[in-house]
C-alpha cells in the first residue's frame, strides 16, 4: 500500500490541529462555556436589582395613594364647609321669612278665632294689603298668598285682581289637609303659577274658630 505523499500527509496535519485551534481562539474571544456561567456575585446582583426596582415602585404606588388619599380628604373638608356656609345662608335667608309668616299665622288666627274684624274675610283689601307691607321687607320672597281650605288662593300679594289659582295638588295643600300640623313646612322645588319661576313654598296652617282647618298662609322663595 502506497504511504501519502507530501501533499496527503500536510492536509492530514493540517486537519488534525483543527481542534486545537479553535480552542486557542475561542480562548481568546472568551467563548469557553466556563467564562459565561454566572458567579455569586452576578446572583446577588441580580438579586439586588431586583429588590431596588420593587423598592422603587411600592415607594412610588404608596406616594400615589398617599396623595390620592390627601385630595380626597381635601375635597371633603372643602365640600363640608360649603355645606356649612351653604346651611348659615339659608338660615339667615330663611329666618325672616318664618317670623314674617308666624306673625301672620298670629294675625290670622286671633281675627278668625274673635269672629269680627276686617281680617275674618280672607279675601279682604285689609289682608291684601298687609301682605303687601310684610312683602316689602322680604326681598328673597316673590309673593305672599292666602290660600283657603278649599285650595282656591284667597288673597294674593301681587297687585291687580285676585288670580283664579288652585293649587291643591301643591304638597303643602295636601298636608295641612290631612294633618293639624302648626309647624312651618317647607316644599320642594316647584314651578311658580303666577310668575312661572322655580320657588320654595313656606307654609304654615291656620285654623278657624272650632279649630277646623281654615287657611294656608304661603310664601314663594324664588330660587336664584
Not at 52 to 68: F, H, K, M, N, S
Not at 172 to 178: G, I, K, L
Request: aromatic fraction near 6%.
Amino acid at each position: 500500500m502506497d504511504e501519502p505523499g507530501p501533499p496527503a500527509a500536510a492536509e492530514s496535519a493540517f486537519r488534525s490541529r483543527l481542534p486545537s485551534w479553535r480552542r486557542v481562539w475561542e480562548a481568546r474571544l472568551g467563548l469557553s462555556a466556563g467564562r459565561f456561567r454566572p458567579s455569586r456575585t452576578t446572583h446577588r446582583l441580580t438579586l439586588l436589582g431586583v429588590v431596588l426596582v420593587t423598592v422603587i415602585v411600592g415607594i412610588t404606588a404608596w406616594l400615589i395613594i398617599g396623595q390620592r388619599i390627601a385630595a380626597i380628604a381635601q375635597a371633603r373638608q372643602m365640600t363640608a364647609n360649603l355645606a356649612q356656609v351653604l346651611a348659615e345662608q339659608t338660615s339667615r335667608t330663611m329666618q325672616p321669612v318664618d317670623l314674617t309668616l308666624r306673625e301672620i299665622q298670629e294675625q290670622l288666627t286671633l281675627a278668625r278665632t274673635a269672629g269680627s274684624g276686617a281680617l275674618k274675610d280672607w279675601g279682604s283689601k285689609a289682608i291684601h294689603d298687609m301682605l303687601v307691607e310684610r312683602l316689602k321687607s322680604l326681598p328673597q320672597v316673590d309673593a305672599l298668598a292666602v290660600i283657603g281650605a278649599d285650595g282656591w288662593v284667597a288673597n294674593f300679594s301681587r297687585a291687580g285682581p285676585q288670580p283664579s289659582i288652585n293649587v291643591t295638588d301643591r304638597e303643602y295643600c295636601n298636608h295641612f289637609r290631612e294633618e293639624d300640623d302648626h309647624a312651618l313646612y317647607i316644599s320642594g322645588p316647584v314651578r311658580s303659577r303666577g310668575s312661572g319661576a322655580w320657588t320654595l313654598c313656606l307654609a304654615p296652617r291656620v285654623n278657624g274658630e272650632n279649630g277646623d282647618f281654615a287657611v294656608i298662609v304661603t310664601e314663594a322663595v324664588t330660587l336664584a
